[in-house]
């Protein structure tokens, strides 16, 4: 059985970039963490100390996001995915990071790097 248990929407803002305006400015960044967990002895027992707390775990991004700039969100990407790993139970993670105002010349709705760790 694969259970996850899944935060979506997680906003903070970041310096993240490659662009000094990205840098001196910020902007909203959009995470989302699906982490694969056996939920099953927690469901049992009802006990949070036997599942993933998402309540860190969503601390742990905000803390990434607005911590030490990356120029790319890629690095982002990856730096979320090897924390949220660390969690006791986690054994898989997939990461999505929005950038839904990237400097892009062109229309679009977004910008998402997705890695699975």
Not at 33 to 48: F, H, I, K
Not at 106 to 113: A, K, L, N, Q
């Given at each position: 059985m694969t259970d996850t248990v899944a935060l979506k929407g997680i906003t903070a803002r970041g310096y993240h970039g490659v662009l000094g305006f990205e840098r001196e400015l910020g902007q909203a960044f959009v995470v989302d963490?699906?982490?694969?967990?056996?939920?099953?002895?927690?469901?049992?027992?009802?006990?949070?100390r036997l599942t993933v707390d998402y309540g860190a775990v969503a601390t742990a991004v905000v803390e990434i996001v607005t911590g030490p700039p990356f120029d790319l969100i890629e690095t982002l990407a990856v730096r979320i995915a090897q924390r949220v790993?660390?969690?006791?139970?986690?054994?898989?993670?997939?990461?999505?990071?929005?950038?839904?105002?990237?400097?892009?010349t062109?229309?679009?709705?977004?910008?998402?790097?997705t890695v699975t760790r």
């Open positions: 963490v699906e982490m694969v967990v056996d939920v099953g002895p927690a469901a049992e027992a009802d006990d949070l790993k660390q969690f006791d139970g986690v054994e898989r993670v997939t990461i999505a990071v929005h950038k839904p105002y990237a400097p892009v062109e229309i679009f709705r977004d910008v998402v790097v």
